[in-house]
């Protein structure tokens, strides 16, 4: 119930800085802090409710509601970003078309949220989609009509709240994965391209976890996925 959620207020201090060893190449590192005010509590609330049965309505008094009411806890999120960025303009043909990226995101918060279902042998959660650490990298070739771009992702575990119907269920969680996907363009003409792409080349499972990061609640695999296409401007 959106009645029940106010928004989260916060206190940003952010400080980057930035290197240059090149026209194509640089070094980025962004420190960042926030301070925010807001978390979510659990709460049993009763209300009257009306349901029609058969053209007739019936009154049912008092009847459990389980809400989330938005708390006056202040967290935090601390970390630091790296990044770079590089362009082999002074190799040979055809190789100063080669570039490479990368970037790391390091953070840590004290956000809490409750473990319900076993709070004496199971640790509370963090922050919904929090992960600590999330990276990056990605080589690619740039032409005068064709891009072809190879890219790795990382993310660590993290809190993913399920929609089971049930208010004592354990924290579930997605554990730690790494994706590789590609694309490459063509540019046949100032009007049309022919790109593809494909996802999770590796065919990397998706793995939920409930309470703790060795009992499963979900497995999956989608395979990788290729996508063809023209696009064209007229």
Same mark, same amino acid.
Do not use: C
């Given at each position: 119930?959106?009645?029940?959620? !106010?928004?989260?207020?916060?206190?940003?201090?952010?400080?980057?800085?930035?290197?240059?060893?090149?026209?194509?190449?640089?070094?980025?590192?962004?420190?960042?802090?926030?301070?925010?005010?807001?978390?979510?509590?659990?709460?049993?609330?009763?209300?009257?409710?009306?349901? %029609?049965? %058969?053209?007739?309505?019936?009154?049912?008094? %008092?009847?459990?509601?389980?809400?989330?009411?938005?708390?006056?806890?202040?967290?935090?999120?601390?970390?630091?970003?790296?990044?770079?960025?590089?362009?082999?303009? !002074?190799?040979?043909?055809?190789?100063?078309?080669?570039?490479?990226?990368?970037?790391?995101?390091?953070?840590?918060?004290?956000?809490?949220?409750?473990?319900?279902?076993?709070?004496?042998?199971?640790?509370?959660? %963090?922050?919904?989609?929090?992960?600590?650490?999330?990276?990056?990298?990605?080589?690619?070739?740039?032409?005068?009509?064709?891009?072809?771009?190879?890219?790795?992702?990382?993310?660590?575990?993290?809190?993913?709240?399920?929609?089971?119907?049930?208010?004592?269920?354990?924290?579930?969680?997605?554990?730690?994965?790494?994706?590789?996907?590609?694309?490459?363009?063509?540019?046949?003409?100032?009007?049309?391209?022919?790109?593809?792409?494909?996802?999770?080349?590796?065919?990397?499972?998706?793995?939920?976890?409930?309470?703790?990061?060795?009992?499963?609640?979900?497995?999956?695999?989608?395979?990788?996925?290729?996508?063809?296409?023209?696009?064209?401007?007229?």
């Amino acid at each position: 119930n959106g009645n029940h959620l !106010d928004p989260y207020t916060s206190i940003n201090y952010d400080l980057s800085l930035e290197y240059y060893p090149s026209e194509d190449a640089t070094i980025a590192a962004a420190f960042y802090h926030k301070e925010f005010t807001g978390g979510y509590e659990t709460a049993i609330e009763y209300r009257d409710i009306t349901v %029609n049965l %058969n053209g007739q309505d019936v009154d049912y008094p %008092n009847v459990a509601h389980v809400v989330k009411q938005t708390s006056d806890d202040t967290s935090t999120i601390k970390g630091v970003e790296l990044t770079g960025q590089v362009h082999f303009v !002074d190799l040979p043909e055809p190789f100063n078309g080669l570039g490479a990226k990368f970037a790391w995101n390091r953070a840590d918060s004290d956000f809490v949220t409750k473990e319900i279902a076993s709070p004496d042998a199971v640790a509370d959660a %963090n922050l919904f989609g929090f992960s600590k650490d999330v990276a990056s990298a990605s080589l690619y070739w740039e032409g005068d009509n064709t891009t072809i771009r190879l890219l790795w992702k990382y993310r660590s575990k993290y809190f993913q709240p399920n929609g089971l119907p049930f208010p004592d269920r354990s924290n579930r969680y997605v554990q730690p994965a790494e994706y590789f996907d590609m694309s490459a363009n063509y540019k046949v003409n100032s009007s049309v391209s022919v790109f593809l792409k494909g996802s999770n080349l590796t065919n990397t499972a998706q793995v939920y976890t409930r309470g703790n990061d060795s009992t499963i609640s979900d497995y999956s695999r989608s395979g990788p996925k290729w996508e063809l296409g023209v696009k064209a401007k007229f």
